[in-house]
């Protein structure tokens, strides 16, 4: 009896199209950019407003991963934005009094510690995940507030970052940094047991389960994935920032606005493209179409929340089609 082989053309086919797509996409944006510098008289492209483009879309991409692990097992996290805020806090203060090694685990523990801190809360309760993520951030808001009006704080919080520890929000160091952040979003998404159990979760928890998948065990696992790059996103963004203002009224939710409609476009384009990544990718066309708005006049605060939130109802709509049922 012939053992009847896998054919392997499928998947050579699978990865020439998402490459010929790939492909297709750079070429679309490169002819945006030409449309948007003719409009601006020449200063979209202007090599300044590149490097400023290049720049802020590192922090929102790792901030765009995390969530992609943590839309991948089904739950949803609102405090990932006043966790970015304590964890600037934290590179910052550490930072200038520890130099570099202080800017890396000041971000990259409280980043971690506070997300991991979460997943115990989804893992061992039975509270709605959005429901707990909102009490968090109001918990993780009023810790910020504290440490502002303390007298033995105060100073700390409102110092800035020292300028000589911000070359990760600079380039080159910012391309090799988020570089590294997609080789490894990459691996642990796509070719790790974890990143496996990750998707399995959310397509089922009982069958996941029934598979003899640890639910509680994965879930923490990706608590502390989803930490770690939300470390590394406050690191960059204070990195580019130089200083954090305290966020309050569950305002720490605006800071995941952008990261969140990357996801979203993300997870449009994943039957084409992995969706980790498409986050680059779309975190480039997202905030080069905010650059326009900005060079062309319009204010940000404003207009610009409203443009954003138009693009999160699209693209949420355009990436639930076909869905049945309640979309988390």
């Known amino acids: 009896m012939q053992t009847r082989q896998k054919n392997p053309v499928p998947v050579e086919e699978k990865r020439h199209s ?9 070429a679309a944006i490169v002819a945006a950019a030409v449309i948007f510098n003719f409009i601006t008289g020449g200063r979209f492209l202007d ?3 590149i490097l400023v483009i290049i720049s802020h879309i590192v922090w929102p991409s790792f901030v765009a991963w995390g969530l992609c692990f943590l839309f991948a097992c089904g739950y949803t996290d609102l405090s990932i934005g006043a966790i970015l805020v304590l964890g ?5 203060i550490f930072g200038n009094w520890y130099g570099y090694p202080g800017v890396i685990l000041g971000g990259l523990v409280v980043g971690t510690l506070l ?14 995940s959005w429901i707990a993520g909102i009490s968090l951030a109001m918990i993780y808001e009023a810790v910020a507030v504290v440490l502002k009006v303390s007298d033995a704080t105060a100073d700390l919080i ?13 380039v080159p160091w910012s391309i090799l940094l988020l570089f590294a952040g997609l080789a ?7 070719r ?3 990143g496996l159990n990750i998707r399995a979760l959310g397509g089922n928890k009982d069958v996941a389960r029934a598979l003899g998948i640890n639910v509680n065990r994965t879930l923490l696992g ?3 994935i989803c930490g770690v790059f939300i470390g590394v996103a406050a690191i960059v963004q204070e990195s580019v920032a130089g200083r954090t203002l305290v966020k309050t009224g569950l305002t720490s939710i605006n800071m995941v606005f952008q990261p969140l409609a990357i996801v979203l476009l993300a997870q449009i384009m994943q039957k084409r493209l992995n969706v980790i990544i498409a986050v680059p990718i779309c975190a480039v066309i997202i905030y080069a179409v905010f650059n326009l708005l900005t060079i062309m006049g319009v204010p940000s605060g404003t207009l610009q929340e409203a443009f954003l939130g138009a693009f999160l109802i699209a693209f949420g709509v355009v990436g639930q089609r076909g869905v049945k049922g309640v979309v988390k």
Request: aromatic share 16%.
């Open 115 to 128: 997300v991991f801190i979460n997943f115990n809360v989804f893992a061992y309760t039975k509270i709605p």
């Open 184 to 190: 490894a979003a990459y691996l642990l998404y796509n």
């Open 18 to 26: 998402q490459l010929a797509f790939l492909l297709i996409l750079v």
């Open 47 to 49: 090599g300044t407003n």
């Open 88 to 92: 600037s806090f934290a590179t910052c």
């Open 158 to 170: 409102y110092a800035e970052m020292d300028k000589s520890l911000r070359v990760l929000g600079q």
């Open 192 to 194: 790790t047991t974890i």
């Open 222 to 224: 990706v608590g502390l």
